[in-house]
């Protein structure tokens, strides 16, 4: 059934006649025109973007344009200059009311802070690492801290609802742009962060998950991660004042070798994302029992990163395989699944496909919805090169990989090397029972944990103290905590969301 658009009339404002012209285009290309399915196909953009684009609510990204355009046989040059003409007109326009969130003074201010953070978010996975981050800031009255949504991320679409969700004040990228703000945060690099005023710090995570823009499997947002250090060969970067935070020593010398003329000092503060993992470790069966894990059963967790040479992009059955092979008693099957993956399909699609699996009894872990805390809870990890395969190895999990000729994101332990997270390879069609109780007999011991936890406490000191140094206030008294990451979700679960408050708190 072919998605029905939403008629928007000519009086409804600019943006409303720029789609209501982009629809007569494709109209007047008759049967040649291609579909929107086709489309995002075609061009790596999820179709929501472009329905988004067709309803003149909002301003469509150049590259949804061109995309557009450019399959209906229109002038792509004529529509991108037309398209900047409206941004002008939009832009002035909101100028003249600026939102209340940006009103200095305002008189509907409540409590006066003297600080104003900009976080900048460009996807689901950026907007968690994010909140690892802001999460040090949070109690202090001091502080005002604000979220936009970079322009042109072609998986933002569910982000608005994301970040009213997290109760947060979203600001419009093009009124973040005309503002000065205390301090700019965020965890992956993009051309556009040079058109922020602030100082900034950047936590980033390992430089040996980036890969140089627009390469192989660099297409649509892998281009944010994927461009690392890219950006830094543009002029407008090397004046960036501020603080590019990383994972280790190593790191430094790689920012420096691959950014010489930039003007932020790289300074290690570990992965904020893997030190709330092992402040999480304590709850361990906590989360196991949220998700109705007994403790003698063992909980096989399958994770996967998006695009084809991902794990559920190349086997999308394993996880109902996985139900089918293992004994019914001892065993439980989770699923984590890219953000990218249910922003792209759709969370009806997604249910669809999987439906088998989850009616018997697969855990399908939605995004924001405790995929730490699943992996946290699990006794084995079946991945790919996604992150989360390089977490569970510094977890010291039992982890099975499929070997997808991908380089495995990340390393998160001081020295550990693609060799070292991909312990065991995995054969989707093979045995996967005798797969997965061979990596349970010849796991290895869990020692690192504890190392790794003394190593969090002393990251947290230190990006907490990058934090207040750049926002120029002296730090609390009080010493940094990191809070153990939220309960697990899974979609199929109808009951609401348990009390953030842990008992192993």
Known sequence: MVRRTTAVEAEGGPLAVFARELRELRAAR???????????????IPRSTLYAALKGTRLPSREVVAALVRS???????????????????AKSVSRRPSQSLRDGSVWT???????????????????????????????????????????????????????????????????????????LATEIHSRLASLMGPAVLVVRRLTEFRPPNGVGAAADRGTAGSGLGWSASPQFEHLSGVIGVADDTEVDRVRAMAPALSADPVVVGDPML?????????????RAVLGVEEEHCLVVVTSTWGPSSLFGQYPRVPEALLEQLPENGFRVALVLHPNVWVHHGSWQITGW????????????????????????????????????????????????????????AATRDGASADAVK???????????????????????????????????????????VLYTALELAQPVAPPELAPVDNPVPVCRSAARPPKRLPCM
């Open 110 to 184: 409540t409590v006066q802070t003297s600080r104003t953070v900009l976080v900048v978010v460009r996807n689901s996975i950026s907007l968690a690492r994010a909140l690892d981050v802001v999460s040090l800031l949070g109690k202090d009255v001091r502080v005002q801290v604000l979220f936009t949504v970079e322009e042109g991320s072609a998986f933002a679409s569910d982000l608005p609802t994301m970040l009213r969700e997290q109760g947060v004040v979203e600001v419009p990228w093009h009124e973040a742009t005309r503002r000065r703000f205390d301090l700019v």
């Open 354 to 409: 999987l439906r088998t699996a989850l009616d018997h009894g697969l855990l399908l872990i939605p995004p924001l919805g405790g995929e730490q805390a699943a992996l946290v809870a699990a006794d084995v990890v079946i991945g790919d090169h996604g992150a989360l395969t390089a977490y569970a190895a510094a977890l010291d999990h039992p982890v099975l990989a499929i070997d997808d000729e991908e380089p495995v994101q």
């Open 423 to 465: 312990r065991h390879l995995f054969d989707p069609g093979g045995d996967l029972s005798a797969q997965v109780m061979h990596a349970r007999r010849h796991c290895a011991p869990r020692n690192s944990v504890g190392e790794l936890a003394v190593k969090a406490a002393e990251h947290t000191q230190v990006l907490r103290e």
């Open 275 to 287: 030190d709330r993992l092992v402040t999480s470790w304590p709850c361990r069966e906590h989360y």
């Open 30 to 44: 008759g049967s040649l025109a291609l579909g929107i399915d086709e489309i995002s196909s075609a061009e790596g």
């Open 72 to 90: 209906w046989g229109g002038d792509e040059a004529a529509w991108i200059a037309r398209r900047s003409v409206l941004e002008d007109a939009v």
